[in-house]
């Protein structure tokens, strides 16, 4: 970046505990300042400049207002939202600083008409996955402004053990079709090898879950545990697991991929951008029916070479795509296009 860092303002509604370690690689390069109004998880062991701003509500529109003067940073990266109008505010005032993050392209018509207008006014555009990137460049956006970053979650380290388990870690929701692996597991409950089980981690899967084990028939096949916050314990269940298992997938498909534990994951449903690294076949499994989803585990559990196979290509993934450095790296690679025809700001 040169002798004099840039001075960079990264806006979002919350800061994620997932996101410091980008964050605080990023703050290696760049003078960053992270203005929120909330947070979400445990945000420790910070290093870069935290700004708390305060949530104004205005009918179906939202702004965060924060105590600092924009004119002073040399770009300002924020999310696209229809809704809060610190995306039109930003575009609109402040165009050629403005990096706008897309996490998707807009449910309405209006949403998508705006967004497309926006990233082609301001500097530069951050996206989670490819086809995002294309579905932009589409509409007319300028490639070369169009920067994919992917997602990503850092993992842990732990021994390697015999894989004995279909894993899924998180809080109970609908989306994630738990019910359905039960399901898939009491069709194939007879051929399935003595020694497998099924691992649900997280707060309140045993209240959500055991009713439905035991009324399938199952539950001497399911271990529960609590929600678990420790790396090296995270990383001991994934050590033991043969896949990841869920219907809706999100950051658990990186955090599964940095694991060696390949995803299994509904294809036909609404999915998160983390579902672009889930490759059928390569990165692990797609499924339509409970049916297809019980053949997909049989399989796993009675040759889970295939599996380790699947693991490994997902785990060269993550090492070469999905790290908290290459995402800086991106993030840093759009910073620098936004700033290629002006200097850093005299404004220390």
Do not use: W
Not at 59 to 71: C, D, E, I, T
């Amino acid at each position: 970046m040169g002798e004099t860092r840039p001075r960079v303002l990264l806006q979002m509604n919350r800061l994620a505990s997932y996101r410091v370690p980008v964050f605080n690689l990023l703050a290696e390069q760049v003078d960053l300042d992270v203005a929120s109004f909330a947070d979400l998880g445990r945000i420790e062991n910070v290093r870069f400049n935290t700004i708390r701003g305060r949530l104004l509500k205005l009918g179906p529109f939202m702004y965060n207002r924060f105590p600092v003067k924009l004119a002073d940073y040399d770009v300002i990266i924020t999310g696209f939202d229809g809704r809060n109008l610190n995306s039109y505010y930003y575009a609109l005032a402040y165009p050629r600083r403005t990096i706008l993050f897309a996490q998707g392209y807009g449910a309405s018509l209006f949403t998508a008409i705006v967004r497309r207008a926006f990233h082609k006014r301001t500097a530069a555009t951050l996206v989670y996955t490819q086809a995002n990137a294309q579905q932009l460049i589409k509409t007319g956006v300028p490639g070369e402004k169009v920067f994919f970053t992917g997602n990503t979650v850092e993992v842990g380290n732990a021994p390697e053990r015999p894989r004995r388990s279909f894993l899924n870690i998180g809080t109970p929701r609908p989306l994630k079709r738990i019910d359905a692996v039960l399901t898939a597991v009491s069709i194939i409950r007879d051929e399935l090898p003595d020694h497998i089980r099924i691992v649900l981690a997280g707060p309140g899967v045993e209240a959500a879950y055991r009713p439905v084990a035991q009324k399938l028939g199952v539950a001497d096949l399911v271990e529960f545990q609590g929600e678990i916050r420790d790396e090296t314990a995270i990383a001991e269940l994934f050590a033991e697991a043969i896949a990841f298992v869920t219907g809706h997938v999100g950051l658990s498909a990186p955090q599964a991929l940095g694991h060696g534990v390949p995803v299994v994951a509904r294809s036909d449903i609404v999915q998160a951008p983390e579902y672009e690294c889930v490759v059928d076949h390569y990165t692990g499994r797609t499924y339509r029916t409970v049916e297809e989803l019980a053949r997909i585990l049989l399989e796993f559990a009675q040759q889970p070479q295939a599996a380790r196979g699947m693991g490994r290509t997902g785990l060269a993934l993550y090492k070469t795509s999905l790290t908290a450095e290459a995402m800086r790296d991106r993030i840093l690679n759009a910073i620098k296009y936004a700033m290629r025809d002006r200097p850093v700001q005299n404004n220390r």
